[in-house]
């Protein structure tokens, strides 16, 4: 058996088994062909039947309705920080941000590129470690952007703001995409780096609303235009294929699972498990996030000291749990139980948190 870890890197992450595996059968000689995917047209028929499956799945694993689009990108989500406004302004209106992080203040630094930003709630003042309640945007703005769940702190939205059915509400769901049911209709526009959740990185999955595509100015460079992209479905030129192909894997897995409802249990269980840990230990492992804040996806925690947060580190990979070292930006630990995570993978550091602290108190 080749040696297989718990991988709880926050991007590029884990990706669930049975896709890699599929990946390895096919590598060599995808579909007859005699040729790997790599090495084919992206205008082939072998290729486009994945192309297709691929969107196929977002659209039925989402329920998203036929009005939305479904775009396959490169350039990463830190793109889409700057074709989000570009795409969506309007008459000289403002564009109005929510700031719970470090992905949000990128987002809002590209805003300021495209028009005026009003950012109209922010947790910065207790180092976001909670999603604002009572959001009020106007009912003016050309768009509202939000960040679904912050991968760096750990806090996620669990209800979304209500907002005018005239301002569309773009969101970053890079790093839970799929975590949990989530109604398409909500939003103008759905973006997420693939690299956490749903494949491997080189590739941006973009859901957006057709009637907002009209809105980009002419002038505008053709490979940033969401309209270009969705015009061609994404084949306008040659895309991230194989990127794409491993993205339609590991969907086909969640699909195989019982698809979205079925993931967001197990996701709900497997937080759980890591959160009741952190509020039996006596203060032992302080989790970041609020209670009612709390991402299912990247769990943040401290220990008492920095040095005994890097003894925990180094001691749980060598239980074969990598990837715990928080972002540089917060410190302290952070496990990300994106979808693909095994229960086994939580189970198993949930028990070794336990140890850890029964020998270090
Ligand atoms: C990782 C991440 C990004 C950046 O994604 P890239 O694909 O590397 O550009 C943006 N937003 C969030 C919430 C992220 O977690």
New binding site residues.
């Given amino acids: 058996m080749t040696k297989r870890v718990y991988n709880f890197y926050?991007?590029p992450a884990t990706l669930p088994l049975p896709a890699l595996k599929k990946a390895q059968e096919d590598l060599l000689n995808f579909k007859d062909t005699g040729m790997s995917l790599m090495e084919i047209s992206h205008r082939s028929k072998a290729y486009a039947e994945v192309h297709a499956e691929a969107s196929n799945l977002v659209r039925k694993l989402m329920k998203v309705p036929n009005d939305y689009k479904i775009l396959w990108l490169q350039?990463?989500?830190?793109?889409q920080f700057f074709m989000v406004p570009l795409n969506l302004q309007k008459d000289g209106k403002p564009f109005e941000y929510v700031n719970t992080g470090a992905?949000s203040k990128?987002a809002i630094k590209e805003g300021k590129f495209y028009g005026e930003v009003n950012v109209v709630a922010s947790s910065e003042d207790e180092n976001f470690s909670y999603i604002p309640k009572n959001i009020k945007f106007s009912d003016d703005a050309a768009f509202a952007h939000v960040?679904g769940?912050?991968?760096i702190f750990g806090t996620e939205f669990h209800e979304w703001p209500k907002l005018s059915t005239d301002v569309p509400l773009a969101c970053?769901m890079?790093?839970h995409i799929m975590d949990k049911a989530t109604d398409v209709k909500k939003f103008g526009v759905i973006y997420a780096?693939a690299?956490?959740n749903i494949g491997p990185?080189g590739v941006?999955l973009v859901i957006v609303r057709e009637d907002l595509l009209d809105r980009v100015p002419e002038n505008t460079p053709t490979m940033q235009k969401w309209k270009t992209h969705a015009d061609k479905d994404s084949l306008f030129n040659t895309g991230p294929c194989w990127a794409i192909y491993m993205c339609k894997l590991s969907l086909e897995h969640l699909n195989g699972l019982g698809g979205v409802p079925a993931i967001e249990k197990i996701n709900r269980k497997k937080a759980k498990m890591l959160y009741d840990t952190f509020d039996k230990s006596d203060g032992f492992y302080k989790g970041h996030a609020k209670p009612d804040s709390r991402s299912l996806m990247n769990i943040t925690f401290n220990l008492k000291t920095p040095e005994l947060e890097e003894k925990c580190v180094k001691e749980a990979s060598e239980c074969d749990l990598i990837g715990l070292k928080g972002h540089r930006s917060v410190g302290g630990m952070r496990a990300s139980i994106y979808n693909a995570m095994p229960v086994d993978g939580v189970e198993k550091l949930a028990e070794f948190l336990k140890e850890f602290q029964e020998k270090n108190e």
């Fill in positions: 926050a991007g350039g990463g989500a830190s793109s992905w990128k960040t769940n912050n991968t970053d890079s790093s780096g690299q956490k990185s941006t």
